[in-house]
């Protein structure tokens, strides 16, 4: 967490999170799996805002599968969401 305390900052508060998690099991190369976490939070007085993303990478012999999830809050609302899944061809000569 990173509190910001310049002249004129008016108290800004910044802070950021990351976590990241891979798993495969040895020989069979299509099980790899990453997981990426992420959040940021500014916060001012009693203003407070935060996002958050989760991605996700996995495969199959024939296709990369994406995710994410990206999150929008205000306090402790959520004021947005939203998510996508994608699937792309695995380029083999």
């Known amino acids: 967490m990173v509190r910001l305390?310049?002249?004129g900052d008016g108290g800004?508060?910044?802070a950021e999170t990351a976590y990241d998690a891979f798993a495969i099991v040895e020989g069979t190369p299509t099980s790899a799996t990453v997981r990426c976490e992420r959040e940021?939070?500014?916060e001012r007085d009693e203003?407070?805002?935060r996002v958050r993303t989760v991605s996700t990478m996995s495969a199959t012999p024939a296709e990369f599968h994406l995710t994410n999830v990206l999150e929008a809050f205000e306090?402790?609302?959520r004021?947005?969401?939203r998510a996508w899944a994608?699937?792309?061809p695995r380029d083999f000569p």
Do not use: H, K, Q, S
């Open 79 to 81: 004021v947005f969401v």
């Open 75 to 77: 306090g402790p609302d």
């Open 12 to 14: 800004l508060l910044y």
């Open 5 to 7: 305390t310049g002249p």
């Open 47 to 49: 203003w407070r805002t």
């Open 40 to 42: 940021v939070r500014i």
């Open 86 to 88: 994608t699937a792309v």
